[in-house]
Every structure is written in C-alpha cells, then in structure tokens.
Nanobody, 124 residues
Framework: QVQLVESGGGLVQAGGSLRVSCAAS????????MAWFRQAPGKEREFVAV????????YYAESVKGRFTVSRDNVKNMVYLQMNSLRPEDTAVYYC?????????????????WGQGTQVTVSS
C-alpha cells in the first residue's frame, strides 16, 4: 500500500507561483509512476504532469507546459509540482497519484493510489 499526502496549496494572485508537494509512505517511490492531476468544480479530473521515471518523462499537459515543473526525490519519497505564471483557470484541487504499472500516463484510471488533494486558487 502507498499513502500519499499533498500539501502547499493556497490562494495566489494571477501571475504568481506556488509549489505543491506530495509525501509518500508505505513503499519506496523509485519504482512507481508519480503524477499530478487536478479537478475544478463541475469538471472531470485532468492530467497535469507525470514525473520522470527510468523509462522516460517528464510529460506535461499542453495547458501547463512551460509554466509548471514536476520533480521527484526518491530518497525523501517526495514529489513536487512547481507552478509559475499561474492563471485563474489553474484553480482546482490538485491530486498526487501513484502506480507501479500505468497503461496510459494521462488517464486517472491508470493510477492505483491517490492523495486527498490540496486546493489551489488563483485570483484574477
């Protein structure tokens, strides 16, 4: 079993920056796919980024490419999402997800473990 806990969300003005973190416990992260998703009110959960792994990555959603950076620290069992140039449309609950095997890295259905989410609100 893997337990994931996100932190670092909050309220920020448009154009600002925020870093959200995901702490994992229960297993060593190094062999897991680690990704970030987000879900805005009334919308489906959507892929944001997946951290690099031995076979490739990182990959980003087009909407965040060039603004967000995903990273992982396998020693600390942490995954981070640095978000710059934030926009009001980035407002959502951000979720950390993990899985040993992933059929499609951009699909929420591919991930077995989820955190509780952290709210990010970007004001205009």
């Amino acid at each position: 079993q893997v337990q994931l806990v996100e932190s670092g969300g909050g309220l920020v003005q448009a154009g600002g920056s925020l870093r959200v973190s995901c702490a994992a416990s229960g297993r060593t992260l190094s062999s897991y796919f680690m990704a970030w998703f987000r879900q805005a009110p009334g919308k489906e959960r959507e892929f944001v980024a997946v951290a690099s792994w031995s076979g490739g990555g990182p990959y980003y959603a087009e909407s965040v490419k060039g603004r967000f950076t995903v990273s992982r620290d396998n020693v600390k069992n942490m995954v981070y999402l640095q978000m710059n140039s934030l926009r009001p449309e980035d407002t959502a609950v951000y979720y950390c997800a993990a899985s040993r095997v992933v059929a499609e890295i951009r699909s929420p259905a591919s991930y077995d473990y989820w955190g509780q989410g952290t709210q990010v609100t970007v004001s205009s």
